[in-house]
C-alpha cells in the first residue's frame, strides 16, 4: 500500500470542475516533484545524508507540503518501488503481447526490469545496505512493500498463464511467487554487477530463464510437484511476506513434503 496521501487540492486546474485528460493534478505534480528531488538528492549526497527538509527545499515546497505526501524517507523508498514496478510492467507488457514461450517470455521480462532499473543502479548500490535489513520497511520483503510486491509477482503471472507451458492447476498460485525470488536473486546480482552495462546480469538473466522454464516444465510430472510446493512452504516460513500456505488451504506440517502420497 503506497504511503502516498490523498490529494490536499481538488483535482484540475483551478475554477475547472473536471480534471484535464492530458495534464496532471496539481496535487499530482508535486507529489512527483518530491519523489523526483529526492531520488536525486539521494544519489548525489546519499540516502543517510539526505533530510526531508533538504529534500523539500529542493523541491521549493514546505516541509509540512513534503511530509503531507510522504510520511518519512523510507516511504520516499516506497514511492520509487511503486514507480518502477509501474515502468516494469509497462516494459514487460511488449514482451508479454509478443511472445507465447515461457523461456522467451521469462527472459524478456528479466530484460525489461534490467532497462528500467539501469538508470537507478548506483542509487541501489547506496541504498542497498538499508534495504538489506530486515526490520527496515524497505526491504522487499517488508509489509510497506506489499504493493510493490504483488505487482511483480503479478507480472510472473501472467508470464506463466500466456505462455503455452502446461502448468499444473495447483501450482498455478505457487511458480509465480517462485519466479518472482528468482528474479530477486537476479536483482542482488545486478546490485553488485560492474561489468559494463551490467553485463553479466544480462546473460544471468537469460540462462536463468531457461533453468527456470525447464523446471516448470518438470513440475508437469506428478512425482516432483510435492517438492515444487515444499520449496515454497520453506519460503513461506522463513522469508516475511511470502505466503504461507497455497490459497484457500490450512498450512499442515509435512504437507507437501516429498514423496507424500497424491
Given at each position: 500500500?503506497?504511503?502516498?496521501?490523498?490529494?490536499?487540492?481538488?483535482?484540475?486546474?483551478?475554477?475547472?470542475?473536471?480534471?484535464?485528460?492530458?495534464?496532471?493534478?496539481?496535487?499530482?505534480?508535486?507529489?512527483?516533484?518530491?519523489?523526483?528531488?529526492?531520488?536525486?538528492?539521494?544519489?548525489?549526497?546519499?540516502?543517510?545524508?539526505?533530510?526531508?527538509?533538504?529534500?523539500?527545499?529542493?523541491?521549493?515546497?514546505?516541509?509540512?507540503?513534503?511530509?503531507?505526501?510522504?510520511?518519512?524517507?523510507?516511504?520516499?523508498?516506497?514511492?520509487?518501488?511503486?514507480?518502477?514496478?509501474?515502468?516494469?510492467?509497462?516494459?514487460?507488457?511488449?514482451?508479454?503481447?509478443?511472445?507465447?514461450?515461457?523461456?522467451?517470455?521469462?527472459?524478456?521480462?528479466?530484460?525489461?526490469?534490467?532497462?528500467?532499473?539501469?538508470?537507478?543502479?548506483?542509487?541501489?548500490?547506496?541504498?542497498f545496505k538499508t534495504a538489506a535489513?530486515?526490520?527496515?520497511?524497505?526491504?522487499?520483503?517488508?509489509?510497506?512493500?506489499?504493493?510493490?510486491?504483488?505487482?511483480?509477482?503479478?507480472?510472473?503471472?501472467?508470464?506463466?498463464?500466456?505462455?503455452?507451458?502446461?502448468?499444473?492447476?495447483?501450482?498455478?498460485?505457487?511458480?509465480?511467487?517462485?519466479?518472482?525470488?528468482?528474479?530477486?536473486?537476479?536483482?542482488?546480482?545486478?546490485?553488485?554487477?560492474?561489468?559494463?552495462g551490467r553485463e553479466r546480469t544480462?546473460?544471468?538473466?537469460g540462462r536463468g530463464a531457461r533453468?527456470?522454464?525447464?523446471?516448470?516444465?518438470?513440475?508437469?510430472?506428478?512425482?516432483?510437484?510435492?517438492?515444487?510446493?515444499?520449496?515454497?512452504?520453506?519460503?513461506?516460513?522463513?522469508?516475511?511476506?511470502?505466503?504461507?500456505?497455497?490459497?484457500?488451504?490450512?498450512?499442515?506440517?509435512?504437507?507437501?513434503?516429498?514423496?507424500?502420497?497424491?
Amino acid at each position: 500500500m503506497s504511503a502516498a496521501k490523498d490529494s490536499p487540492q481538488p483535482p484540475g486546474s483551478p475554477g475547472s470542475a473536471e480534471p484535464s485528460s492530458r495534464t496532471p493534478a496539481k496535487s499530482e505534480q508535486t507529489r512527483a516533484l518530491i519523489l523526483e528531488t529526492a531520488m536525486r538528492l539521494f544519489r548525489e549526497r546519499g540516502y543517510d545524508r539526505t533530510t526531508m527538509r533538504a529534500i523539500a527545499q529542493e523541491a521549493g515546497v514546505s516541509v509540512g507540503n513534503a511530509y503531507y505526501y510522504f510520511a518519512g524517507k523510507e516511504h520516499l523508498i516506497q514511492g520509487f518501488y511503486d514507480q518502477l514496478a509501474r515502468e516494469y510492467q509497462v516494459a514487460a507488457r511488449e514482451v508479454l503481447d509478443r511472445e507465447t514461450d515461457l523461456e522467451a517470455r521469462l527472459a524478456g521480462v528479466h530484460r525489461a526490469w534490467l532497462d528500467v532499473a539501469a538508470p537507478y543502479h548506483e542509487f541501489a548500490v547506496q541504498f542497498f545496505k538499508t534495504a538489506a535489513d530486515p526490520n527496515s520497511p524497505l526491504s522487499p520483503f517488508s509489509p510497506e512493500s506489499e504493493h510493490a510486491r504483488v505487482q511483480a509477482i503479478e507480472v510472473h503471472r501472467e508470464v506463466l498463464a500466456g505462455s503455452k507451458a502446461k502448468v499444473p492447476e495447483e501450482l498455478r498460485d505457487v511458480l509465480p511467487e517462485l519466479m518472482w525470488l528468482s528474479q530477486m536473486g537476479m536483482v542482488m546480482y545486478w546490485i553488485y554487477d560492474r561489468t559494463e552495462g551490467r553485463e553479466r546480469t544480462y546473460r544471468l538473466a537469460g540462462r536463468g530463464a531457461r533453468l527456470t522454464a525447464r523446471g516448470v516444465a518438470l513440475s508437469r510430472f506428478r512425482v516432483l510437484r510435492p517438492l515444487v510446493r515444499e520449496v515454497h512452504d520453506l519460503f513461506g516460513d522463513f522469508l516475511p511476506g511470502m505466503t504461507n500456505a497455497l490459497p484457500g488451504q490450512e498450512k499442515q506440517d509435512g504437507k507437501g513434503a516429498p514423496g507424500a502420497p497424491e
